[in-house]
Protein backbone atom coordinates (compact mmCIF):
# COMPACT_ATOMS: atom_id res chain seq x y z
CA UNK A 1 0.00 0.00 0.00
CA UNK A 2 1.18 3.09 -0.83
CA UNK A 3 -0.14 6.59 0.62
CA UNK A 4 -0.04 10.08 -2.17
CA UNK A 5 -0.17 13.34 -0.37
CA UNK A 6 -0.35 16.49 -2.30
CA UNK A 7 0.49 20.26 -1.74
CA UNK A 8 1.03 23.15 -3.46
CA UNK A 9 -2.85 24.25 -4.73
CA UNK A 10 -4.17 27.32 -3.62
CA UNK A 11 -5.83 30.66 -5.54
CA UNK A 12 -3.88 32.35 -8.28
CA UNK A 13 -4.50 34.93 -11.12
CA UNK A 14 -4.70 34.10 -14.75
CA UNK A 15 -1.41 34.05 -15.66
CA UNK A 16 0.44 33.16 -12.65
CA UNK A 17 2.28 30.42 -11.40
CA UNK A 18 2.42 27.43 -8.70
CA UNK A 19 4.21 23.93 -8.20
CA UNK A 20 2.11 21.29 -6.62
CA UNK A 21 4.27 18.47 -5.06
CA UNK A 22 3.19 15.15 -3.90
CA UNK A 23 4.90 12.53 -1.77
CA UNK A 24 4.73 9.00 -1.20
CA UNK A 25 5.24 7.09 1.68
CA UNK A 26 7.66 5.01 0.58
CA UNK A 27 10.05 4.24 -2.32
CA UNK A 28 8.49 3.68 -6.00
CA UNK A 29 10.32 1.14 -8.00
CA UNK A 30 10.81 1.62 -11.29
CA UNK A 31 7.58 -0.08 -12.58
CA UNK A 32 5.87 2.87 -11.69
CA UNK A 33 4.64 5.68 -13.77
CA UNK A 34 4.06 8.82 -11.65
CA UNK A 35 1.30 11.72 -12.51
CA UNK A 36 -1.00 14.05 -12.15
CA UNK A 37 -4.80 14.21 -13.46
CA UNK A 38 -7.44 17.05 -12.72
CA UNK A 39 -11.28 17.13 -12.12
CA UNK A 40 -12.94 20.23 -13.16
CA UNK A 41 -16.53 20.63 -11.49
CA UNK A 42 -18.97 18.69 -13.97
CA UNK A 43 -16.38 17.40 -15.55
CA UNK A 44 -14.29 14.04 -15.73
CA UNK A 45 -10.87 13.59 -14.98
CA UNK A 46 -8.65 13.59 -16.97
CA UNK A 47 -4.92 13.28 -17.53
CA UNK A 48 -2.53 16.12 -17.05
CA UNK A 49 0.88 14.97 -16.92
CA UNK A 50 3.11 11.79 -16.52
CA UNK A 51 6.68 10.76 -16.08
CA UNK A 52 8.54 7.24 -16.01
CA UNK A 53 11.62 6.04 -13.86
CA UNK A 54 13.02 7.03 -16.71
CA UNK A 55 12.01 10.73 -17.29
CA UNK A 56 10.23 10.25 -20.40
CA UNK A 57 7.27 12.61 -20.07
CA UNK A 58 4.02 12.86 -21.71
CA UNK A 59 1.43 15.91 -21.76
CA UNK A 60 -2.38 16.92 -21.98
CA UNK A 61 -2.53 18.66 -24.86
CA UNK A 62 -3.80 21.40 -23.14
CA UNK A 63 -1.16 22.41 -20.66
CA UNK A 64 1.73 21.29 -23.07
CA UNK A 65 4.52 24.49 -23.31
CA UNK A 66 2.81 25.60 -19.36
CA UNK A 67 3.47 23.12 -17.68
CA UNK A 68 6.46 21.09 -16.85
CA UNK A 69 6.08 17.79 -14.39
CA UNK A 70 9.36 15.96 -12.74
CA UNK A 71 10.38 13.01 -10.47
CA UNK A 72 13.08 13.00 -8.28
CA UNK A 73 15.96 10.60 -7.48
CA UNK A 74 14.57 8.90 -5.30
CA UNK A 75 11.23 8.58 -6.54
CA UNK A 76 9.08 9.41 -3.64
CA UNK A 77 8.37 12.69 -5.06
CA UNK A 78 6.53 14.02 -8.13
CA UNK A 79 6.16 17.77 -9.16
CA UNK A 80 3.95 19.63 -11.67
CA UNK A 81 5.42 23.33 -12.49
CA UNK A 82 2.52 25.47 -13.66
CA UNK A 83 2.80 28.42 -15.24
CA UNK A 84 0.52 31.13 -17.52
CA UNK A 85 -2.16 29.49 -15.93
CA UNK A 86 -5.85 30.07 -17.36
CA UNK A 87 -9.09 29.81 -15.38
CA UNK A 88 -9.97 26.84 -17.73
CA UNK A 89 -6.94 25.13 -15.22
CA UNK A 90 -9.17 25.41 -12.41
CA UNK A 91 -9.51 22.14 -10.83
CA UNK A 92 -9.09 19.65 -8.14
CA UNK A 93 -5.12 18.07 -9.09
CA UNK A 94 -4.93 14.34 -8.04
CA UNK A 95 -1.20 12.50 -8.09
CA UNK A 96 -1.25 9.33 -9.65
CA UNK A 97 1.05 5.96 -9.27
CA UNK A 98 0.68 2.88 -11.57
CA UNK A 99 2.30 -0.07 -11.67
CA UNK A 100 2.95 -0.34 -15.22
CA UNK A 101 3.16 -4.66 -15.15
CA UNK A 102 0.02 -5.07 -13.18
CA UNK A 103 -1.95 -1.68 -13.35
CA UNK A 104 -2.41 -1.72 -10.02
CA UNK A 105 -2.32 2.38 -9.08
CA UNK A 106 -3.06 4.59 -6.34
CA UNK A 107 -4.29 7.73 -5.78
CA UNK A 108 -3.75 10.73 -3.60
CA UNK A 109 -6.66 12.75 -2.14
CA UNK A 110 -6.27 15.82 -4.27
CA UNK A 111 -5.54 19.57 -4.06
CA UNK A 112 -7.34 22.26 -5.02
CA UNK A 113 -5.90 25.10 -7.72
CA UNK A 114 -8.38 27.78 -8.15
CA UNK A 115 -7.24 30.47 -11.40
CA UNK A 116 -9.29 33.81 -10.92
CA UNK A 117 -8.55 37.14 -10.64
Known amino acids: QVQLVESGGGLVQPGGSLRLSCGASRSITNIYTMGWYRQAPGKQRELVATVTSGGSTNYADSVKGRFTISRDNAQKTVHLQMSTLKPDDTAVYYC???????????WGKGTLVTVSS
Open 96 to 106: NIKNLLTGLEY
